[in-house]
């Protein structure tokens, strides 16, 4: 089984809106799941802040997840 499209939950680790990246820390397995700024606003969201805690879907690209259909919850 793969954890591509998968639901998950988490909370943001850090975001930089300079950078136009972060991380998100899945709440299952603590791993950080890279969030862009462009995924964001495809969401409807402009910006991330430490803490928030969000509902994101997991894809991947290559070696890499990250995270997509992000809402905060």
């Known amino acids: 089984m793969t954890d591509d499209n998968l ?5 943001v680790k ?16 603590g791993t950080d799941i ?3 700024l462009n995924n964001l606003k495809e969401c409807g969201l402009n ?9 994101f879907v997991q894809k991947k690209k290559g070696a890499r997840f990250y995270a997509t259909e992000i809402k905060l919850i």
């Open 7 to 11: 639901l998950k939950t988490g909370v």
């Open 14 to 29: 850090f975001f930089s809106l300079n950078g136009g990246y972060g991380f998100i820390v899945d709440d299952e397995t």
């Open 34 to 36: 890279f969030v862009h």
């Open 47 to 55: 910006e991330l802040n430490k803490d928030n805690k969000v509902s």
